[in-house]
């Protein structure tokens, strides 16, 4: 399948149109932002990463029983994945406090919390991402209740198999964004990436952070903790 044109560009990633409606080809950057888009910069090689992780996982979740829009890996950075309308809501799992949570409620970064919490952004750079209700959701048409449970059930689902995954590699999962689109005959199915672009990875042992938070903190070893990823990620395969 080949690219026709470019329909979007976002932060970190490109879509093309295909010659089959149905199918949209992303192709990833190296490009990495921080705080709705203030704060730019690039990750070598972040792009292959995320793409290989991302369709790694997205793979796993089918066989796990969660529909996603992977369909196949063109190449390093770029693969065939089902068109959706995307939902603008950024879904936002919790297992420890950490970043804007810990901020928010005052709790120490590194507290483990009592069970996953779910929160809801209405995903909309130039109003911060807010956090929103499921009214608010409803009330605005963002989606319908059926959905909100839909999307719920599924996010839990998503916690539980990502959490004991990253745990067979000594990763601690401590928090991490999905988003969810419908497809043209109203399915809704996991959609966008899976990546330390958007997930809290931490060593289960230090507490050595491997993901974007290296990069949105100044902390240095950005790429190496990709890199790092990337290599427990897949080394879990030849196992
Ligand atoms: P937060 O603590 O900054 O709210 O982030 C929670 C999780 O969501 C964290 O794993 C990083 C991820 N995330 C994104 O993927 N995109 C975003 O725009 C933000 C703010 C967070
Ligand atoms: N999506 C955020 C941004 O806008 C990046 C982040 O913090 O992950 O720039």
Known sequence: MKKIAEIYEGKAKKVYSTENPEYCIVSYKDDATAFNGLKKGTIKGKGVV???MSNFLMQKLEKAGIPTHFVEELSERETLVKKVS??????????????SFSKRFGVAEGTPLKRPTLEFC???DELGDPMVNEYHIVACGW??????????????KINDFLREFFKGINVELVDFKIEFGKTADGKIILADEISPDTCRFWDAATHEKLDKDRFRRDLGGVEDAYGEMMNRVFKSESK
Do not use: M, Q, S
């Not at 603008?88 to 970043?99: K, Q």
């Not at 989606?143 to 839990?156: L, R």
């Open 50 to 52: 995320n793409n290989k």
């Open 122 to 124: 209405y995903k909309n």
């Open 143 to 156: 989606a319908t209740e059926e959905d909100v449970a839909e999307i719920t059930a599924y996010t839990f």
């Open 86 to 99: 995307i939902i603008p809501l950024e879904v936002i799992v919790r297992n420890v406090a950490a970043g």
